[in-house]
């Protein structure tokens, strides 16, 4: 499947979309609180109080590093150049109308007119070239923008809403990177202030802007009186939002983010766990549901050390656990499990069951092959005196009560054949010390971006090396020069039935390395209460909006 109108060449901005409509669709909302199902006209008014189980951010501007729970946060005050319409298709926001060269080297993007920052500023092709700048320099220290521009050499202004972008390579994803909240386009203005003050209080274009935040309690997003709506909504007669505030507020026990939706302290929770999603209806609760773009759920086996250097010991782990059966009892039907690289809403993911069938007796014919066929005193494998021994740091911040007891029950599953498995729980910061010293042998590491370019992302040799904000993608280390050929072909062709043929065989040499353990689409679940409605609306990444969201008074 063709991701976009790569064969036209030219993608045009004459949309007359409601709101919703422009925006990713691919997300299901249950529960008695939708506005639409109960016929409720929106009212104006009111402050809601969300609810964050992530980890506070170090900086709110999601050009730094560039992590989910910015995302979440930011696409309320910030908005990007494209985004994802009910189709999937990739669609012009803050942008007009874009088009490449025959050559593919040369990317043009027109502006709207009449659309401001909050301080002010006017939104030109300025402002595209600043935030393409800013994106790629290292004192910056960003991760996914960083990654997303990288083929962009340089950006001028034609004029003062055209922009001219210099490529060093094709790039049929550049679009799907300039959807996602960590290349949204900031103030020009702005990003001439220092880092900490803009990290305090990016300024954008969204419907809300960031008011003060104070820190290890809350982000306080005032509405933006003043928001110009890109596309235009014929059933909204204001561009503003309904809601005067937004309070930010970061609860990171489950149960007890849970106990205060229910009570009405607050209103929208996200990580929401599996049992609660499953009795949300009951409660008279809502549920968004979103799966998130990109890559699938994951446990990466680090191939850079002993013993996962070794393609029949990391084959040994994955057919000694048993995922099925623990998806299936601790995910109370919240989550499917996945035998792909890639999320469900990515067509061209590529699932080969075969590959990951539970098989304890093959587990210890292939440990025996591999020369671990020695047990110590504890039933563990041993050789050169050595035990078969592996590090697992696991985020508290980012895998969900419900993941920390599969990962548990894998543990259990991988001693009976003589793997030592040491799950270490870490807040988000020791995390990405643990990944940045290569401490590890195993990772469970989120990576959201929109398309199936984020298979180069992850599983290119280029990607073992840091960014500048010292995060590298490649976890499973791995480094496979027919791999690194198929990814760049894959993004620098036209055809989208070769783009397609391409990304098959790179997920084909990951998936049948054993490189990876594929477990379920990245968990995105959000509950609100029943006075909460016209929830729904989310960027092309899967973070929902609340543009359209209202209170009952």
């Known amino acids: 499947m063709q991701r976009n109108s790569r064969s036209s060449r030219i993608l045009a901005g004459a949309f007359a979309l409601p709101l919703i409509g422009a925006l990713l669709a691919g997300c299901s909302t249950t529960g008695s609180s939708d506005s639409t199902a109960q016929g409720k006209e929106p009212v104006t008014g009111g402050t809601m109080v969300y609810a964050s189980g992530d980890a506070e951010p170090s900086c709110l501007d999601p050009h730094v590093g560039g992590n989910y729970p910015q995302a979440l946060v930011a696409s309320q005050y910030l908005e990007s150049l494209f985004t994802k319409d009910a189709n999937g298709e990739i669609i012009p926001w803050l942008a007009e109308s874009t088009e490449v060269s025959k050559d593919g080297l040369t990317r043009t993007i027109k502006l709207r007119e009449g659309i401001k920052f909050t301080d002010g500023t006017k939104l030109t092709a300025n402002a595209i070239k600043a935030n393409v700048k800013h994106l790629k320099d290292p004192n910056t220290a960003s991760s996914t923008g960083y990654l997303a521009v990288g083929k962009v050499v340089s950006v001028e202004a034609k004029d003062e809403l055209t922009a001219v972008l210099k490529l060093s390579a094709p790039d049929n994803a550049l679009l799907e990177s300039l959807a996602m909240p960590w290349t949204a386009i900031e103030s020009p203005k702005a990003l001439e202030r220092d880092q900490a003050t803009n990290c305090a209080s990016p300024v954008g274009t969204g419907p809300f802007k960031v008011e003060s935040w104070e820190h290890q309690k809350a982000v306080n997003l005032v509405r933006n009186d003043g928001y110009v709506l890109p596309v235009a909504d014929e059933k909204r007669t204001s561009s503003t939002a309904y809601l005067d505030g937004i309070t930010w507020r970061f609860i990171p026990e489950a149960a007890t983010r849970y106990a205060a939706l229910q009570s009405g ?4 929770i996200d990580n929401a766990q599996p049992d609660t999603i499953a009795s949300a209806s009951d409660a008279g609760l809502g549920h968004l549901d979103a799966p998130r773009p990109g890559s699938s759920n994951r446990i990466e086996l680090n191939s850079s050390k002993a013993p996962f250097d070794d393609q029949r010991v990391r084959e040994a782990f994955i057919r000694a656990v048993d995922a099925n059966t623990g998806v299936s009892a601790l995910f109370f039907g919240t989550a499917k499990r996945s035998n792909s690289l890639l999320s469900s809403v990515e067509p061209l993911g590529y699932s080969d069951e075969s590959l990951f069938t539970t098989d304890t007796a093959k587990a210890n014919q292939l440990l025996d092959d591999a020369g671990w066929s020695e047990r110590d005193a504890q039933g563990y494998r041993v050789k050169n005196g050595k035990r078969l021994s592996l590090v697992f740091p696991v985020s508290t911040n980012q895998s969900v009560p419900a993941e920390q007891s599969l990962f548990e029950q894998f543990q259990a599953q991988a001693k009976a054949v003589g793997f030592e498995v040491k799950i270490d729980l870490l807040d988000l910061s020791s995390w990405y010390g643990a990944l940045a ?64 043929s391409l990304y098959e065989q790179a997920q084909k040499i990951v998936l049948e390395g054993y490189y990876v353990l594929p477990l379920y689409d990245q968990q995105n ?7 909460v409605h016209g929830v729904g609306t989310t960027t092309a990444v899967s973070s929902p909006i609340y543009f359209d969201t209202f209170l009952d008074q």
Do not use: M
């Open 525 to 531: 679940h959000f509950l609100y209460g029943k006075n």
């Open 437 to 500: 010293k290569h401490e590890y042998n195993l990772v469970s590491a989120p990576y959201t971006k929109v398309g199936p370019s984020v298979l180069r992302v992850l599983y290119h040799s280029d990607s073992t090396v840091p960014a500048p904000s010292g995060y590298f993608a490649n976890n499973a280390q791995v480094k496979n020069k027919q791999l690194d050929q198929l990814l760049n072909k894959a993004e620098e062709t036209e055809d989208g039935a070769r783009r397609a």
């Open 265 to 268: 302290e607050v209103d929208v």
